[in-house]
């Protein structure tokens, strides 16, 4: 195979959130979308007429193109790739988790990590989205950086264990805290209050660690040790007993940081 | 007492990260800063250096202005308070979490909590703040919400009990997801990994929600019910108790919200 300059064609395994956000993103810069092939026909159809490109009926007879990226759940990684040992397309996925030596049996691979939360409702700008890049080899290396580096002012080098770390973390201030807002949207509701009330608080919070660290951005009762405050918080929370655990949890462990 | 029109003097008993914040604001649009006590001089100092006012010697003697503002620690408001009973200014607290009563022996008196994380670091636009107000009668009410709405396009009326349950949802979605950012932080670094990494996410994390509701924004390994990729972090967390803690009870409640 003669050494391609850039990538300029790409199908896709899979056709979920970061599926269809990264394809968005590549056809905006003239990549040309080629296939879909997805377990599941609804969206690859839904994928493919968004995209405007082909669904394949099965993934072991992709057509050759300059990039095949898998954005499957982790757990089938593996077995997607198997049907690509041999193909002369490079092959990569979209995983924090998975290491890079899933794909080892292909001739040219790689990682193409995007660190952001994509639902299909919403529409997310690439530019600023760190872009985790990992390959089998220098030249597909470059390759696979030049076509982030296309999508995203913010791209970097990460091998598969530091990727991993970084996906744990990512977990922990995306995941999680959405799931404290969805805490707070439930007792807000349950109490006929506006869950808007907290929008700017919430974006204040999230601008602020771009600041300060997060260990001087840090207020509220666990931080001041109002212990009152706290007790207050968790007799008001006997009726939610999931908010009650994480309160107490949560308080503890900030609680600790400032005064132990 | 006549009836006041506007509140244009204001004096303030406290001089931490909220009266600070909020008499900048004050200030800024006019308003005379007279006087600041402190039990912490050092503090007063700093409060009435910036702000351009005098340092009260003790609460005892405030001179009389249109509006006191009592922003000390919750447990400390009544016996601050106390000292105004029989005064001519009106009284308020910041407390999210303090009932009005708290004031109720003043001859005038109510609440003015502003909806946000304050840290002397950093500047905050109250523009965007909502700020809950409350007050002993028509015609206090009309005076605060009238300050409030200088300050802010976002007043709104809210009695006692409402604005305690708020509070506790904002020590969720603030004091707590930076706590999740402070654990994320100290993984990070004890890899020699940049926090920066993870802020395009935590920015995006807070902008989804205002857009889509938090169920529907929620993605990860726990909202996919991917028992093999929480396997690996628990195990990557052996060594980070606090925060494997954190990541096993959260992602149990987040499984069960979508899984149940």
Known sequence: MGKLKKISSVSFVGSGNVATHLAHGLSNIG????????????????????????????????????LIIIAVPDSKIEEVAVKFHGARSMVVHTSGITSMNSL????????????????????????????????????????????????????????????KILHLTAVMVNNFSNHLYHLAFDILKENNLDFDFLIPLIQETALKVKDIHPADAQTGPARRQDISSMKEHLRMLDSFPEFREVYKLLSEQIKKKYHE
Do not use: M
């Open 104 to 163: 080892g049996g292909n001739i040219s691979y790689g990682v193409f990590y995007p660190l952001q939360t994509f639902s299909l409702q919403k529409d997310v700008d690439l530019k600023d989205v760190p872009f985790c890049i990992e390959a089998n080899n220098k030249d597909n290396f470059n390759l696979l950086f030049e076509l982030a580096s296309r999508l995203s002012t913010n791209v970097k080098r990460l091998d598969s264990e530091n990727r």
């Open 31 to 66: 990549i040309e979308i080629v296939e879909v092939y997805s377990v599941n026909p609804e969206n690859a159809n839904r994928f493919a007429s968004r995209l405007n490109c082909s669904v394949a009926k099965d993934p072991d007879n992709l057509k050759e193109v300059d």
